[in-house]
């Protein structure tokens, strides 16, 4: 079956930069999507950024743009975060999630998920 592990949280100042990292096993994919989420202080979770993995297109929430960076390594089976320009609104747990099919950052389409990498900024 398919799994999601994310890794790379930390707790850094603010401007700060992290990598965090998906990785994907329990199958071989050419299609689909990968979503970064992150839990918003209300429960919600808002879709940050996604990459169709045929096609290399990627998407990003308003907020991000600039900043943040999604990409990945298809020998390892790893999708890649790179945040940069960090401030104390982006601290959230940081979710990864896969579909087959179109992007989309509404939560609502996923339903793989990994356990969460927590982010924490401090001013």
């Known amino acids: 079956r398919v799994q999601l592990v994310e890794s790379g949280g930390d707790s850094v100042q603010a401007g700060g930069s992290l990598r965090l990292s998906c990785t994907v096993s329990g199958y071989t994919y050419n299609s689909g999507c990968l979503a970064w989420f992150r839990q918003l202080p209300g429960g919600q979770r808002e879709g940050v950024a996604s990459?169709?993995?045929?096609?290399?297109?990627?998407n990003y929430v308003d907020s991000v743009k600039g900043r943040f960076t999604i990409s990945q390594d298809t020998d390892k089976n790893i999708v890649y975060l790179q945040m940069t320009g960090l401030n104390p609104a982006d601290t959230a747990m940081y979710y990864c999630?896969?579909?087959?099919?179109?992007?989309?950052?509404?939560?609502?389409?996923?339903?793989?998920w990994g356990q969460g990498t927590q982010v924490t900024l401090s001013s």
């Open positions: 999630a896969t579909r087959a099919g179109s992007c989309y950052l509404e939560a609502y389409w996923y339903v793989i």
């Open positions: 990459l169709a993995f045929e096609t290399g297109s990627t």
